[in-house]
T-cell receptor
Framework: EDQVTQSPEALRLQEGESSSLNCSYT??????LFWYRQDPGKGPEFLFT???AGEEKEKERLKATLTKKESFLHITAPKPEDSATYLC?????????????FGQGTTLQVKP | GAVVSQHPSRVICKSGTSVKIECRSL??????MFWYRQFPKQSLMLMAT?????????EQGVEKDKFLINHASLTLSTLTVTSAHPEDSSFYIC???????????FGPGTRLTVT
């Protein structure tokens, strides 16, 4: 069964304290892995798509990496405005609907 | 680019009435649109997938007669919650996928409260 597991569930960091969020996935053929950021009361905001093992994408303080079993979202020198829930999702090859399978998310709090 | 809007952002309705939520892709054509429901502190729960001009595909356990989805064009999908009850109160979010790509772009969500 296709599954996405994110860890930790919650993460508290001091401003400037770098860390990583993990997304482990089990899927019968990965078409793409997606990272989103969601603020309370809002829809998720698209961050990155990763398609194959070894691929990396960067945006400001965020860097996403992908292996055959997991993805990491590295946050370098975070700021309080990086506080949000980060969602990971996968799309399975062979799916003709583009349906995403989501993890439960990691809620990040960055304290000044 | 890749902006999705939803209207209304908040709606309060009385039990037994119907509510329509609109989802529009503003700067791209969406091959497929999706409707999700989200409960507090939980992840997104996919309700249905719709393609322009086709009937929506509902996830297991989602009542198709209660949650009516219409995908009239490549930029517009609507979700109608019929005969709403308090247990239908939730945060509803739509998303859209551009042609030939698989990432989904999400709308800002609609908070539905049924009294």
């Amino acid at each position: 069964e296709d599954q996405v597991t994110q860890s930790p569930e919650a993460l508290r960091l001091q401003e400037g304290e770098s860390s990583s969020l993990n997304c482990s996935y089990t899927v019968s053929g990965l078409r793409g892995l997606f990272w989103y950021r969601q603020d309370p009361g809002k829809g998720p905001e698209f961050l990155f798509t990763l398609y194959s093992a070894g691929e990396e994408k960067e945006k400001e303080r965020l860097k996403a990496t992908l292996t055959k079993k997991e993805s990491f979202l590295h946050i370098t020198a975070p700021k309080p405005e990086d506080s949000a829930t980060y969602l990971c999702a996968v799309n399975r090859r062979g799916s003709n609907t583009g349906k995403l399978i989501f993890g439960q998310g990691t809620t990040l709090q960055v304290k000044p | 680019g890749a902006v999705v809007s939803q209207h209304p952002s908040r709606v309060i309705c009385k039990s037994g009435t119907s509510v329509k939520i609109e989802c529009r892709s503003l700067d791209f054509q969406a091959t497929t649109m999706f409707w999700y429901r989200q409960f507090p502190k939980q992840s997104l729960m996919l309700m249905a997938t719709s393609n322009e001009g086709s009937k929506a595909t509902y996830e297991q356990g989602v009542e198709k007669d209660k949650f009516l989805i219409n995908h009239a064009s490549l930029t517009l999908s609507t979700l109608t919650v019929t005969s709403a009850h308090p247990e239908d109160s939730s945060f509803y979010i739509c998303s859209a996928s551009p042609r030939v790509r698989y990432e989904q772009y999400f709308g800002p969500g609609t908070r539905l409260t049924v009294t």
